[in-house]
Nanobody, 126 residues
């Protein structure tokens, strides 16, 4: 059974930083594009960032561009989300997701993704 496990969430003051990790011991990361999404209470899950299987291309939501960085280590089967200059509006549960892909495409919507993690809470206080 494929499992994606997120970690690194927590409580941080506005302006602070957190680094989220998403790892799997069963998924061959090098065959998958990876994405980060988030869901705040009462809101729909929204796209945050995505990275191609090769790690050569990344795309970000406008709301996090310039503050967040997605990266991956296919040897360690881990994808990261470095979050800097955090704002209270970044408060949400953050999910990582995997989409089988070897064509270096991006995936901005939740539908195409094959596997999801359980989520990690990020809370930014003002």
């Amino acid at each position: 059974q494929v499992q994606l496990v997120e970690s690194g969430g927590g409580l941080v003051q506005a302006g602070g930083s957190l680094r989220l990790s998403c790892a799997s011991s069963t998924l061959p990361f090098s065959n998958y594009a990876m994405g980060w999404f988030r869901q705040a209470p009462g809101k729909e899950r929204e796209f945050v960032a995505t990275i191609t299987w090769s790690g050569t291309r990344t795309i970000y939501a406008d709301s996090v561009k310039g503050r967040f960085t997605i990266s991956r280590d296919n040897v360690e089967n881990t994808v990261y989300l470095q979050m800097n200059s955090l704002k209270p509006e970044d408060t949400a549960v953050y999910f990582c997701a995997a989409k089988y892909s070897t064509n270096n495409n991006f995936y901005f919507f939740t539908g195409p993704y094959d596997y999801w993690g359980q989520g990690t809470q990020v809370t930014v206080s003002s």
